[in-house]
């Protein structure tokens, strides 16, 4: 039996070739109810040119994709993200569906819409901290599901998922003050990045409530790389050194600070107590293993996958602005800080 054609499949349904084309294409100018003969014939007759159409005869594609905004060299070579995506995949497995990493990687809001368009995928987990609100709008505008790692208060109703920052920060603050340290330095993330700035506020609020505020120029932007954390510990060594801490926006930029440190002529932890956050299997490798939060990152990758899974099958039952609860983090001492002078 010869396979059906997109001709054959038009011919049927009484209806154009490109209308069929626009119907696998998801292509909204297509009423409803032709929309659904088309899908009917499709069904019927065994149409299967593509990802696309095996996602009509099902009604979904039952895969969701991850968008990184990083190349999928960079992406694994990070080390965040593996157990993210372990988290990710784990929770698609449970559930029946499939992860869609190759296409996504770097993607601009349009390049994702074709992608959902096309039938690949039916959802998106925004993995990123570089996105902006503009990418997000567009994304609610084609009303393509999505669920965003990391806070995003701007826009209530986008749905996300977050390891508890702010409390992170306190702890890191508490833990240094323990220790009798009172001149400490910060190293943020990006400056309007939603988890920086909550890991900041919570380090910072609680260093203001012990008595020993951190000024304004003890607090430097870095970028959540190594290079970034490098950069900033030279920057803050050049202007104010004295230092007794740092607190570090995550473990690759303290892990730089260190480096920077010790270039400088000092001793991580003897002249200098370093913090930082995340506790990826890096930092328990360097010298010396880093004291750092420990976020659940792989516990967060499922928790997003679990949600935007959540959101698609069940439409319009999930509250618009209801985040769900923050996950949990706690500090995990190694020997990169010691006890202050």
Not at 28 to 52: K, S
Not at 93 to 104: H, M
Not at 142 to 161: E, K
Not at 163 to 173: E, F, L
Request: charged fraction near 20%; hydrophobic fraction near 45%.
């Amino acid at each position: 039996m010869a396979h059906p054609t997109l001709e054959t499949i038009a011919r049927i349904a009484g209806v154009s070739r490109a209308t069929v084309s626009r119907v696998v294409n998801n292509d909204p100018r297509v009423g409803a109810e032709t929309r659904e003969r088309v899908r009917q014939v499709i069904r019927e007759q065994g149409y299967h040119p593509n990802a696309a159409a095996r996602a009509l005869v099902r009604g979904q594609s039952r895969s969701i994709g991850l968008a990184a905004h990083e190349a999928l060299g960079t992406l694994f070579s990070h080390a965040y993200f593996p157990p993210l995506v372990q988290g990710i995949a784990d929770a698609c497995e449970q559930r029946g569906y499939s992860l869609v990493l190759s296409p996504l990687a770097s993607q601009t809001p349009e390049g994702l819409m074709g992608v959902w368009q096309s039938g690949q995928l039916d959802g998106v987990v925004v993995a990123t901290a570089a996105v902006g609100d503009a990418f997000l709008a567009r994304l609610q505008e084609a009303h393509l599901p999505f669920v965003l790692v990391g806070p995003h208060h701007a826009r209530p109703a986008i749905p996300w998922v977050s390891p508890d920052n702010v409390a992170g920060g306190r702890m890191a603050a508490e833990y240094l003050l323990s220790l009798g340290h009172r001149r400490v330095a910060a190293i943020s993330g990006a400056r309007g990045l939603g988890t920086a700035m909550e890991r900041l506020e919570g380090f910072c609020m609680a260093m203001a409530a012990a008595g020993a505020p951190v000024s304004d120029e003890s607090i430097v932007e870095g970028d959540h790389t190594e290079a970034g954390g490098y950069a900033a510990m030279e920057r803050l060594l050049s202007h104010a050194p004295g230092y007794e801490a740092v607190f570090c926006g995550n473990d690759l930029t303290a892990i730089g600070a260190m480096r920077a440190a010790k270039k400088a002529g000092l001793t991580v932890p003897d002249d200098l107590s370093v913090v930082g956050f995340d506790d990826v299997p890096l930092a328990r490798m360097v010298d010396p293993p880093l004291t750092t939060i420990r976020q659940p990152i792989t516990a967060l990758g499922a928790a997003a996958a679990t949600l935007l899974i959540d959101v698609l099958e069940r439409p319009g039952e999930l509250p618009p602005n209801a985040a769900p609860p923050l996950l949990p983090v706690e500090i995990v001492v190694r020997e990169s800080c010691r006890a202050g002078r």
